[in-house]
């Protein structure tokens, strides 16, 4: 297997650190509202990597915190008049909502950044202790000239930052030593959320917070650390000195990341009006098309989101449940229970297409390919097995059609159809629960229907719904 590592710039062959094993730390959201699209394709691609891996049998440790305590939390917390706390635990929910919405399997830990203080605190104090960071007026600076290594992974040079473009310049505050030496911790502001430390009541910089949480879910030394291709620097950056610089090795031995998402060929942005949450789009589609497109492009590619897009996501999705769909009706009108000899010969041909998607997906997981390739199954399923062949064929090209989709966590069951009456019956009963202030059973009935494709829609003139 063949990965591009960010920080050779070229493939290198997957080797573990330990045999049978993969540490993967992805850098997950900061939870002050809603994901939007450019969040869901890290979460998506790298779920997808997860899933191949333990297609082959590794076991896999994957780590993706919640950045719960943050200057735009704190923000919209004083907006709001509640505690950030409240405003990060709520949007921690809404964002597994969302991620179950695209089947994304639920990470081995969820760290938060405020429950990992301690460990921060520590890390800070032995950087501190090998003279990699100082301490000015409450505030902890990383050395970053300290550490002879700082830029390998972004190819940046220091000098080159320092006079040359000063926009990539970390905060400058005169206190600093140098301009380019970042922040560890600092004090508090009123109203903020803090924590004691040895060098004032404050809380933790951005970049400790992942160095902290990726060795102790993970150990000093990971496989793989991923994240979009915007956190390369300066975070990751920060965290490879941060984390080399204490532990005295090697932080992580491969680095992904994927590329960015444009809308309509722009750049995503609140002021171009293109801003585009997951939760928006799931009112338009089911996000199993979503998932579907992300995968649809190679994960460096820059990928651009379009409604023409999504429809030939949507299309080609349905190409895949309708084969499905086909294989489950022949498994019940099947005359003959067992296999003939010329389908046992058939079933062996289909080996070329599982080859054709590991393939692909051992080639810097080129989902493009897989899918390409599960594409070729689907139309050898439907020319291949017919209401006259066995029971066994059928079932078997269906798990095998199951066990590849399943792989970029493509859901290939379609939800059962649900009638007009039914969906109507179970919003009354839903505007009942919520005039008895039984809101459990009203979120139940939405959830209920949510699964079967139909989103409802709270207005003026009361609940209308629609099919995703």
Known sequence: MRLYNTMSKRKEEFVPVEEGKVRMYVCGPTVYNFIHIGNARPMIVFDTVRRYFEYKGYDVNYVSNFTDVDDK???????????????????????????????????????????????MIDMISTLIEKGYAYEKNGTVYFRTRQFKD????????????????????????????????????????????????????????????????????????????????????????????????????????YWMHNAFLNIDNHKMSKSLGNFRTVREISEQYDLQILRFFMLSAHYRSPLNFSAELMEASKNGLERIQNAADNLRYMMEQ?????????????????????????????????????????FDLVKYANTTATAEGSREYAKALYDLLVKLTDVLGLIVDKKEEILDDEIEALIAERQAARKEKN??????????????????????????????
């Open 334 to 374: 099947a005359k003959e229970e067992s296999m003939t000899d010329a389908e046992k010969d058939n079933l062996a041909k289909t080996k070329e297409f599982v080859t054709a998607f590991e393939t692909a997906m051992e080639d810097d997981f080129n989902t493009a390919d897989a899918i390409a390739a599960i």
């Open 73 to 119: 939390i704190i923000k919209k917390a004083i907006e709001e008049g509640v505690p950030a706390e409240e405003i990060s635990q709520r949007y921690i929910a809404e964002c597994k909502k969302d991620m179950d919405g695209m089947n994304i399997e639920p990470a081995t830990t969820n760290p938060l950044a405020t429950q990992e203080i301690d460990g």
């Open 150 to 253: 700082y830029g390998k992974l972004s190819h940046k040079n220091l000098d080159d930052l320092r006079s040359g473009n000063r926009a990539l310049l970390v905060s400058g505050e005169d206190e600093k030593e140098d301009p380019l030496d970042f922040v560890l911790w600092k004090p508090k502001k009123e109203g903020e959320p803090a924590w004691e430390s040895p060098w004032s009541d404050g809380r933790p910089g951005w970049h400790i917070e992942c160095s902290v949480m990726s060795k102790k879910y993970l150990g000093e030394q990971i496989d793989i650390h991923a994240g979009g291709e915007d956190l390369v620097f300066p975070h990751h950056e920060n965290e490879i000195a941060q984390s080399e610089a204490c532990n005295g090795k090697e932080f992580a031995k």
């Open 439 to 468: 809101f459990a059973r009203a979120d139940e009935i939405r959830d209920e229907l949510a699964a079967k494709g139909i989103v409802l829609l709270d207005t003026r003139e009361g609940v209308k719904w629609k099919k995703a």
